[in-house]
């Protein structure tokens, strides 16, 4: 049994991006209707559509993508299945790293790859300006006042709304934030994986979005989350995602999936309630 999807992203409840976006605080990552690998298209694009329009009607109105994701293709199906968009519908995607072959990611932060990766993306998506634009890897071949300074340079031509940055350390966020305001961080963050746990804290004090990528990551063998699952009558997915929404306000989680039956299971994480205990046992297990 599972917490039921009807009880829908809204319950959630919501969050402010840059002080003007307000999304419902269970967003969807769009990396997984792509191929095996991440990489061309999906074996059905018929029903990787269909998880895309479901997640709207189930009151998400996040959804995270990037131009690395086939590459191209997660960006061209979100257009193909949404647009036009709902007024309410922020899209973010990322910019950053090229593909060679499946399941090969290669940071490229120069300035002239940035601004074709952004220009690329407004064409896919058919958009005029990119509501949260993320820089998805600092490259160690460029400085990354360099490649935000791109960011920025696009900003300012009204192509991007607000700027985000991905994988970064806290000295790598803190030189961003010195060329312009940063709205978001995204990390690989989750109940098993706490490397970025004083971003978390750092992310609630400063008012910025931490979108923790890999959310519902080694779940399979844990045993307090099968525990909890099992007194609340969900699954364990839904446990750790309910974790994520108790774990920081700041937390815009966006688990991924190329199943309408997946989606359906995480929205119904805004529907579970964990006490006190509850936290602190699946925080404990964690650590």
Known sequence: MSATAENDA????????GGDLTVNR???GAMRITGSGIWGDPPDGDAARAVLRRAVELGVNFIDTADAYGPDVSETLIAEALHPYPDDLVIATKGGLTRAGPNQWDADGRPEHLRRACEGSLARLKIDQIPLYQFHRPDPKVPIEESVGAILALKDEGKIRHIGVCNVTETELHRAQRLTPIVSVQNRYNVSDRTSESMVDLCEQERLAFLPWAPILDIENDGVAARIA???QC???QVVLAWLLARSPSILPIPGTGTVGHLEENVGAAAVELDGGEIEALSDAGR
């Open 10 to 17: 809204a319950r959630a409840g919501t969050i402010e991006i």
């Open 26 to 28: 269970l967003g969807f």
């Open 230 to 232: 099992k007194a609340h």
């Open 235 to 237: 699954t364990p997915r």
